[in-house]
């Protein structure tokens, strides 16, 4: 079977998907929040597990923090313009994997023209055009004491993850554009146990939207989506708190996410070379191997509509606030967070465990409060990835409107990973004034401005020597995931590198607290 030479790129297709993991805030917790777009907290890098200082912050992070917040109401509402910045360069090799019949013959002997120094090809230099995002915030705190109840209670609505790339207008993407927004409607409470021991509760139910980005054959899906929160803080010595929260995952079922064609099998392709001369018939085409891999929804003909789930990983934070300092003046806040990535359904192909570090400082000079922030992450995409095991294969639709099937081999796998470039940001800085009494006795002003510096990545080097379940259907070039051709030796990458990921983003934001 000979492919088609307007059958375009259809695992990495599954690049353009950015599934579930491609959504629109990215930050320094791969893309959840976490409060750094939140209140006081976004100017103090997100600090807030042992101390905050907007009722938001403690709506969405430790719900023991609510106790803050014994003594009347809090209504409290601000927004965040989140401007990221997403480049991607690619020497061709994904496209070149599964373009044109006539380029895939003896690809291994002598092949050119291909890379980003050639002309035409699949290559491409690409600036993502999703790079402007509001995030609005709402939260109240309510004491509930004067009811004979000695809790606070904490309700608000905000987006809690995202992260989003649009490549679409850039042909050789393939129209890769794709978002996954969670919007978040949070209801907790906080409790003093002792003098000296906060506890608190909290739910979170998610509204998910997920856009596939698929060419021809994708769609926004929507799903709802809960997690639960229990934290704790304690006052350890005079001055110094110690808060800690676990979260659980979050688990979305995305219906009929994607179409694929065979219904469901796996087309299963590979580049001709000595090694894999068995995959070809006698004519040196590539010859289609019929796994069924996939459950489908629906089928009608050779049609297949696949179900995706999606978990946001289990989170475990541990914080520290001291205001011992210049008579209490200044406040010093550090948090940790672990995100279990690698046991999150779907995440765990891509990312490995992650750990996020905050530092925050505050200076109170009557009623002004001067804030700074630090934040660092480690880089949680895996060295190396495999092929696909929650979407083995993945579809579209060619030129001549019909559906087709690719498998994910490892090479798109790692394509995939540089198309999800803002979850490289390792450093983060913050900075915010809080102003009490603005305008009024009963306001509190919190403004806040951030950069996450920029990071670049290069992706494929690292794909030597896995080994891929489709064994001898591919050519190792392709099951390695390193560069068919050209490279990126010119662009500060290693010549087996197929792509490389530079991202930066600035955002900016206020809220306005009333207390009555």
Not at 248 to 262: A, C, I, K, R
Not at 281 to 291: E, K, P
Request: negative net charge.
């Amino acid at each position: 079977m000979k492919i088609n030479s307007n059958w375009k790129l259809g695992a990495a297709v599954g690049t353009a998907l950015s599934l579930g993991s491609g959504a629109a805030f990215a930050g320094p917790h791969g893309f959840d929040l976490h409060n750094i777009f939140h209140g006081a907290s976004a100017s103090m890098a997100g600090t807030s597990i042992a101390h905050v200082e907007d009722p938001v912050s403690a709506v969405f992070g430790n719900p023991a923090t609510l106790t803050t917040y014994y003594g009347g109401t809090n209504f409290m509402f601000g927004a965040t313009f989140y401007m990221p910045r997403a480049r991607m360069l690619h020497d061709g090799s994904a496209g070149y994997a599964t373009g044109e019949a006539t380029a895939l013959v003896n690809i291994t002997n002598g092949a050119t023209g291909k890379s980003l120094a050639g002309s035409g090809g699949y290559s491409f230099d690409a600036t993502s055009k999703a790079d402007v995002y509001a995030v609005p915030t709402v939260a109240v705190t309510q004491d509930l004491t004067g009811l004979g109840i000695p809790v606070v209670l904490g309700v608000g609505v905000s987006a809690t993850s995202g992260i989003g790339v649009d490549y679409k207008h850039n042909s050789n993407t393939l129209g890769a554009a794709a978002e996954l927004i969670n919007l978040g409607v949070n209801a907790g409470i906080g409790m003093s146990m002792t003098p000296n021991l906060d506890v608190g509760v909290s739910a979170t139910i998610t509204y998910a939207m997920l856009e596939a980005g698929l060419t021809g054959s994708g769609g926004m899906t929507h799903d709802i989506g809960f997690r639960a929160t229990m934290g704790a803080r304690m006052k350890v010595m005079p001055g110094l708190t110690v808060g800690a929260y676990v979260q659980t995952e979050q688990p979305h079922e995305y219906d009929n996410l994607h179409v694929t064609s065979m219904a469901g099998a796996d087309f299963r392709s590979g580049i001709t070379n000595g090694a894999v001369a068995a995959a070809f018939n006698t004519a040196g085409n590539l010859v289609r191997v019929a796994q069924p891999t996939a459950v489908c929804n629906g089928t009608g003909g050779n049609v297949c509509r696949q179900d995706v789930r999606v978990e946001q990983p289990m989170n475990i934070g541990l914080g520290f606030a001291f205001n011992g300092l210049m008579n209490g003046n200044l406040l010093v806040m550090a948090d940790m967070t672990h995100k279990a990535w690698g046991d999150a359904r779907f995440f765990n192909e891509f990312y490995d465990d992650q750990e996020v570090y905050s530092v925050g400082l505050q200076l109170t000079q009557g009623p002004m409060k001067f804030r700074l922030g630090y934040g660092y992450a480690d880089d949680p995409l895996l060295d190396k990835v495999q092929s696909g095991v929650q979407i083995k294969s993945i579809g579209g639709v060619n030129t001549g409107g019909s559906t087709y099937t690719s498998a994910m081999y490892p090479l798109f796998m790692s394509y995939f990973q540089a198309m999800e470039t803002p979850v490289i940001y390792k450093h983060r800085i913050s900075a915010g004034l809080g102003i009490d009494g603005f305008l009024a006795p009963m306001l509190t002003l919190d403004t806040h401005v951030a950069f996450q510096l920029e990071e670049d990545k290069c992706f494929g080097a690292g794909q030597a020597g896995v080994v891929s379940d489709h064994g001898g259907s591919a050519a190792a070039t392709t099951v390695a995931g390193t560069a068919l051709v050209g490279g990126l030796a010119a662009y500060g990458c290693a010549a087996a590198d197929h792509s490389k990921a530079t991202v930066s983003s600035f955002h900016l934001g206020g809220s306005l607290t009333w207390t009555f």
